[in-house]
């Protein structure tokens, strides 16, 4: 499908963070969208209302669970494209119910494959992966500078963590995650579908509603607005690259545009270097910006996380020449006056700068 074809764009988990952001980018630029969603989360239907109060025409609504072929079939049947996004995403949940994550994350995008396969349209499928799938990097060699993790290597260092890095699967999100990975990319070695995934760092932005266990950096700052205990698992040094979701939706974008010609290919999508950032310093970032202390606490790691994770972005911005991220700074300052406007009435304003 190219852009210009009519056919509705399906996105699953539509109405989750990512989802609906990437829907309500598609209806701006005038495509009908078919979203499909369980409403599981707390918080999506507010973005469902919201994506309907903003393009009620052009987005049609099927609750319902990616794990239901006949469902996925349906809809996939009618789509020109397909954003892969609905999934189980919390590694927590998985170490808890390992047999719903891989039937929500494996099952699932098997659904949405073979759906596509048996269409005969050959829709592209882009699947929204996880840097999960390299596992807890624990062979990096790291050392702790001004309170965050930084490699040794200069190469990484420089550039962050690219494809080239084996495939290690850690936890059973990890092994979900990265076998619907690794299938959506041999389908279009074996069938010839058009597809592509991104390994995504931590996205944060508007229309967030993070939980301690899923979408970090929201619930950081919903704990400081509410003057709640934030917990760290570890010591607070692991770095991340975070990505404000509107430069994650320009990339998935791209690679639909160019999908014929970067189908078969997977890219690591983060921040990079200069969107790296320790917990610990990210919490000092807010503190300074509230001018009130946070109510910081600590716990045991949890399993599979990596002390260190920037993605090299290389590889993508190459593809499709994306622009610079957005200054995390000026990202997190942007969550917080939404996150502050979405609580108004409850909490006097803060000023926020970045």
């Keep these: ?8 764009v399906l996105v699953t988990g539509g109405a989750g963070f990512i989802g609906c952001n990437l829907a309500d980018r598609l209806s701006s630029e005038g495509h009908d969208v ?15 209302d919201w994506l309907l109060d903003r393009h009620s025409g052009r987005i049609h609504v099927t609750v319902g669970d990616v794990r239901d072929d006949t469902v996925v079939s349906g809809l996939v049947r009618q789509a020109g494209a397909v954003f892969h996004m609905a999934a189980q995403v919390a590694v927590t949940t998985s170490m808890t119910d390992p047999r719903e994550d891989f039937e929500i994350n494996l099952r699932g995008t098997m659904n949405v494959l073979e759906a596509a396969r048996q269409s005969g349209s050959r829709p592209p499928v882009i699947f929204a992966s996880t840097n999960k799938v390299y596992g807890d990097l624990g062979d990096v060699p790291l050392a702790l500078t001004n309170g965050a993790y930084q490699p040794t290597d200069s190469a990484i260092k420089a550039h962050g963590i690219g494809e080239a890095r084996p495939l290690d699967f850690h936890t059973p999100y990890g092994c979900s995650k990265g076998g619907a990975d690794q299938y959506v990319l041999d389908y279009a070695r074996s069938y010839d579908l058009p597809t592509a995934v991104l390994r995504m760092s931590c996205i944060y932005g508007e229309r967030q509603m993070g939980t301690e266990d899923q979408g970090w950096v929201a619930h950081f700052l919903i704990q400081a607005l509410e003057g709640a205990p934030i917990t760290l698992y ?8 975070i990505l404000n979701v509107s430069d994650a939706v320009d990339a998935y974008m791209g690679i639909w545009k160019n999908i014929e010609r970067l189908s078969g290919r997977a890219y690591n999508l983060g921040g990079g270097p200069d969107n790296a950032v320790s917990l610990r310093q990210l919490l000092g970032h807010v503190e300074d910006v509230l001018d009130a202390p946070l109510d910081v606490r600590f716990s045991d790691w949890r399993a599979g996380d990596q002390r ?13 020449g994306l622009r610079s991220p957005i200054p995390w700074k000026q990202g997190v300052a942007a969550l917080l006056q939404w996150l502050q406007t979405e609580r108004a009435g409850s909490h006097a304003p803060v000023t926020v700068q970045a």
């Design 34 to 48: 078919l979203v499909l969603d369980a409403l599981r989360r707390p918080g999506v239907q507010r973005n469902l």
């Design 234 to 241: 570890g010591d607070g040094h692991q770095v991340r690259d």
């Design 1 to 8: 499908m190219s852009i210009d074809d009519p056919r509705p």
């Design 308 to 320: 260190y994770f920037v993605a090299d972005r290389r590889a993508i911005d190459e593809a499709i």
